[in-house]
C-alpha cells in the first residue's frame, strides 16, 4: 500500500481524551475521523475555498486503512495527504497519519473520491478548475499518465 510521495499538505491532529480506549492507546475506529478532517483541510487550502456540500463536492466512494503502529494519547500526530491519480470523475487520495517524522507511520489510508452533484443527485466530472489547482499544487506528478 505505501509509496513514496513527497506530501506537500500535513494536517496536525489534537489527540482528544475520548479518542483514546482502555488499553490507552487511540482506537482504531477514530482514524478515519482523523482522515476525514484532514481531507477537509486538504481541499480548503489546494481550492483557496470551502466547497459547498449544497452543490458540487466530492464524496468518498471507498477507503482502504492499513494499521502500523499505535498511536497513545500524548504522541504528536499529523496526516499527510497526498492526490496521486486524477481521473474524469474520480481522483484518488492517499493519507498517512505519521509522528514526528514523516518516516514515523502509523497508520496509512487510501480512498477513492467521486465528484457528485447534490442538487442533480448524480455523480460529475470533475471540474477544470479542481484538476488544475490538483496538478499545480501536486506539482511532482504527472496525472496524465495517471
Known sequence: MEKNYTFYHQTPIQIRFNDVDIMGHVNNSVYQNYFDYARLQYFEEVFGYRLDWYDKVLVLVKIEIEYVRPVMM??????????????????????????????????????????????????????????????????????EQG
Open 74 to 143: 500524548y504522541d504528536p500526530v499529523k496526516v499527510l495527504t497526498k492526490v496521486y491519480q486524477l481521473g474524469n470523475k474520480s481522483l484518488r487520495m492517499d493519507q498517512r497519519l505519521v509522528g514526528e517524522q514523516p518516516d514515523d507511520v502509523r497508520c496509512m489510508n487510501r480512498a477513492v473520491l467521486s465528484g457528485f452533484s447534490y442538487p442533480q443527485g448524480q455523480s460529475l466530472e470533475l471540474p477544470d478548475i479542481w484538476r488544475a489547482s490538483i496538478r499545480d499544487y501536486e506539482k511532482d506528478l504527472d496525472f
